[in-house]
C-alpha cells in the first residue's frame, strides 16, 4: 500500500511562489509515476503535471507550462511541485496521486489512472 502525505500549501500573493511536497511511503518514488491534480471551488479535479516512473519526461496542463515544474527526489523518497508566478486562478486544493504503472503521457493526464492520492493541501492566491 502506498500512501502520500502533501504540504507546503498556503496563503501567497499574486505573483509569489510556493512549493508543495508529496512524501511518499510504501514504495519507492523512483518506482512511481507520480502527478499532481487540483480542484477549484466548484470545478472538478483537473490535471496540473506529471512524471512517470523511470523518466524524467515531464508533461503539464497548458495554463502552468513555464511556470510549474513537477519533480522527485529519489533519496528523500518525495515528489515535488514548484510554483511560481502563482495567479487566482491557481487557487485550489492540490493533490499529489500515483501509480505503480508506466502511464503515457494521456493516460497521465486522467484522474482514474492513479490508485493512491494524498489528502490535498490548500493553495490560495490572493491578488
Known amino acids: 500500500q502506498v500512501q502520500l502525505v502533501e504540504s507546503g500549501g498556503g496563503l501567497v500573493q499574486a505573483g509569489g511562489s510556493l512549493r508543495l511536497s508529496c512524501a511518499a511511503s510504501?514504495?519507492?518514488?523512483?518506482?512511481?509515476?507520480m502527478a499532481w491534480f487540483r480542484q477549484g471551488p466548484g470545478k472538478e479535479r483537473e490535471f496540473v503535471a506529471s512524471?512517470?516512473?523511470?523518466?524524467?519526461?515531464?508533461s503539464y496542463t497548458d495554463s502552468v507550462k513555464g511556470r510549474f515544474t513537477i519533480s522527485r527526489d529519489n533519496a528523500k523518497n518525495t515528489g515535488y511541485l514548484q510554483m511560481n508566478s502563482l495567479n487566482s486562478e491557481d487557487t485550489a486544493v492540490y493533490y499529489c496521486?500515483?501509480?505503480?504503472?508506466?502511464?503515457?503521457?494521456?493516460?497521465?493526464?486522467?484522474?482514474?489512472?492513479?490508485?493512491?492520492w494524498g489528502q490535498g493541501t490548500q493553495v490560495t492566491v490572493s491578488s
Open positions: 510504501g514504495r519507492t518514488v523512483s518506482g512511481l509515476s
Open positions: 496521486a500515483a501509480d505503480r504503472r508506466l502511464l503515457g503521457p494521456s493516460l497521465s493526464t486522467i484522474v482514474a489512472s492513479y490508485a493512491y
Open positions: 512524471i512517470p516512473w523511470g523518466s524524467v519526461r515531464t
